[in-house]
T-cell receptor
Framework: GQQLNQSPQSMFIQEGEDVSMNCTSSSIFNTWLWYKQDPGEGPVLLIA?????ELTSNGRLTAQFGITRKDSFLNISASIPSDVGIYFCAGLSRGSNYKLTFGKGTLLTVNP | DTEVTQTPKHLVMGMTNKKSLKCEQH?????MYWYKQKAKKPPELMFV???????INESVPSRFSPECPNSSLLNLHLHALQPEDSALYLC??????????????FGPGTRLTVL
């Protein structure tokens, strides 16, 4: 089946620093979604991307849909303690039988 | 409003119990999903309902029985579970199933513990 390689697996940063994480695949996806999950809670949608090359922002978050349709990145600027959590990328395509394919997640820790 | 609600928040049950998880959305979405999530892992798809009909069953054991009474509600009936079924159970919904441009919204989950 299709797989998403998400990196890094974990990050430890200081408050105020910028963060970047990405997902790559050998398969094409037509939708890229980025979620944040706090412990014991459900994933919360951060950004949805539907077009190759699309660059979308949501406050301090910026995500891009790669031009090849095989990758996406998420940037967080000026991190704050509440950014702590697990970030998942997810892709959707006909090739995945319209099921969401998830990356394994990036665990972000922000030191105040 | 992009809210999906789930009840209960926590559930502890014995292996001989019968219980149900409930999910509700009022976004007019026609597709609803059940996922299972183990700690520090991504969600794993269990079932997909489209227009109140079961579209996908990811070879889930029969001790999990989904039900979609109407377009806003999704239930997951549990019976004779095993301790390894302990996990966070997530409900999600999206506008439709079978589209390449779609977005799934997740509920807060039910933390299930099987003793």
């Amino acid at each position: 089946g299709q797989q998403l390689n998400q990196s890094p697996q974990s990050m430890f940063i200081q408050e105020g620093e910028d963060v970047s994480m990405n997902c790559t695949s050998s398969s094409i996806f037509n939708t890229w979604l980025w979620y944040k999950q706090d412990p014991g809670e459900g994933p919360v949608l951060l950004i949805a991307l539907y077009k190759a090359g699309e660059l979308t922002s949501n406050g301090r978050l910026t995500a891009q849909f790669g031009i090849t349709r095989k990758d996406s990145f998420l940037n967080i600027s000026a991190s704050i303690p509440s950014d702590v959590g697990i970030y998942f990328c997810a892709g959707l395509s006909r090739g995945s039988n319209y099921k969401l394919t998830f990356g394994k997640g990036t665990l972000l820790t922000v030191n105040p | 409003d992009t809210e999906v609600t789930q009840t209960p928040k926590h559930l502890v049950m014995g292996m001989t119990n019968k219980k149900s998880l409930k999910c509700e959305q009022h976004m007019g979405h026609r597709a609803m999903y059940w996922y299972k999530q183990k700690a520090k892992k991504p969600p794993e798809l269990m079932f997909v309902y489209s227009y109140e009909k079961l579209s996908i069953n990811e070879s889930v054991p029969s001790r999990f029985s989904p039900e979609c009474p109407n377009s806003s509600l999704l239930n997951l009936h549990l019976h004779a579970l095993q301790p390894e079924d302990s996990a966070l159970y997530l409900c999600a919904s999206s506008q439709d199933w079978g589209r390449e441009a779609d977005t799934q919204y997740f509920g807060p989950g039910t933390r299930l513990t099987v003793l």
